[in-house]
């Protein structure tokens, strides 16, 4: 469960909750894309599960979502949570 709570002029506050099975997690990819087909890119990586993203692209729209990840690999991605800047 993704949400974009708090954000502001080029930033965003992402917060989400920790994968329910899937065995324990090393990191979280924090994923950004230009709606509504833009290519997912890496836009962070985070250990606990919530980020402030700065210098995000302005006046654009852009989806977040995050990826799980362990010594398995990755999980599946979350929801995703769109903002404008």
């Known amino acids: 469960?993704?949400?974009?709570?708090?954000?502001?002029?080029?930033?965003?506050?992402?917060?989400?909750?920790?994968?329910?099975?899937?065995?324990?997690?090393?990191?979280?990819?924090?994923?950004?894309?230009?709606?509504?087909?833009?290519?997912?890119?890496?836009?962070?990586?985070?250990?606990?599960s919530e980020a402030t993203l700065v210098e995000q692209p302005r006046g654009k729209e852009l989806e977040y979502r995050i990826v799980a990840v362990n010594k398995a690999g990755d999980g599946e991605p979350s929801n995703t949570a769109m903002v404008v800047l």
């Open 1 to 48: 469960l993704l949400e974009a709570p708090r954000q502001g002029a080029g930033w965003v506050f992402l917060d989400w909750k920790k994968p329910a099975d899937g065995g324990r997690i090393s990191a979280y990819k924090v994923m950004r894309r230009e709606r509504p087909e833009g290519a997912w890119q890496e836009a962070a990586t985070a250990v606990v």
